[in-house]
């Protein structure tokens, strides 16, 4: 007689019945009726993965960070809402402290035009401008700088798990920190508009020796290490008007506000 395959089915006649009776295990449930019920989450709101890569610029402390979408690596992530409660009038303040290290959401150059004015797009067709996220990091180790960007993609995805700023969760995950290549002026990945008023925020603070835009020209190495070279940042800054210098920045400078 053949034996029965895994799948085949027994017939009612054959039943076999234990020698013993078998035992159940009691479980002990925690559950009780009115406690919190759990929530399984629905496809609608599956949580997209979003990945964070930094780069060191020529400006001391100031680093760059592409947020992407990990299933399109070439598409920006939706920054827009960060932005927006980041500039709030009333709780900005308070998630700066928060994220620490996060100065600023601005404006990606479009390289292949390089014009300073003009910024590279979301995604290809997409009439959106792609934002990088300007960090300000004070140490310049690599594990600190490390821990930093951790720090920034946490609370990333916390800021999304917020029903008031986003629809669906992210997961942000920071990636990678290109330590080793050589770095780059501010004007290599922002438009050269953003790159003044970043120069005048970190440079023209309250209590630096720079004052006015003069004292700021005067110094080859900053606008080197802003503009990509001295020329092009005298260039850039005797081209603008001193009412345009003088409303780059809010009256405040010191708090860092663009």
């Known amino acids: 007689m053949a034996r029965a395959s895994p799948t085949s089915r027994t017939s009612k006649n054959n039943l076999t019945v234990p020698s013993e009776p078998v035992k159940c295990r009691k479980i002990t449930y925690k559950w009780t ?138 997961k942000y995950t920071f990636r990678d920190y290109f330590g080793t290549i050589e770095p780059e002026p501010l004007n290599h990945y922002l438009l050269d508009l953003d790159v003044a008023k970043l120069l005048k925020a970190f440079v023209c603070h309250k209590g630096s020796k720079y004052k006015t835009k003069e004292d700021v020209l005067q110094d080859e190495e900053i606008l080197q290490a802003f503009f990509g070279s001295a020329d092009a940042g005298m260039q850039y800054l005797l081209g603008m008007e001193e009412e345009d210098w003088d409303l780059l920045v809010d009256d405040g400078t010191d708090d860092g506000t663009i």
Do not use: Q
């Open 33 to 170: 009726p009115g406690s919190t019920p759990t929530v399984f989450r629905t496809d609608d709101t599956k949580i997209r993965n979003m990945n964070i890569d930094v780069v060191k610029t020529c400006v001391n402390g100031v680093y760059i960070a592409f947020c992407t979408r990990s299933w399109a690596p070439d598409e920006a992530s939706y920054l827009f809402p960060m932005e927006k409660a980041l500039n709030d009038e009333e709780n900005g303040g308070e998630l700066s402290k928060m994220w620490k290290h996060v100065f600023a959401f601005l404006p990606r150059r479009d390289r292949s035009i390089d014009d300073g004015l003009t910024a590279m797009k979301t995604k290809k067709g997409s009439k959106w401008d792609w934002k990088v996220v300007v960090l300000v990091i004070d140490e310049e180790d690599t594990a600190s700088i490390t821990k930093a960007c951790r720090h920034v993609a946490s609370c990333f995805t916390k800021f999304t798990r917020n029903k008031e700023h986003m629809d669906s969760p992210e």
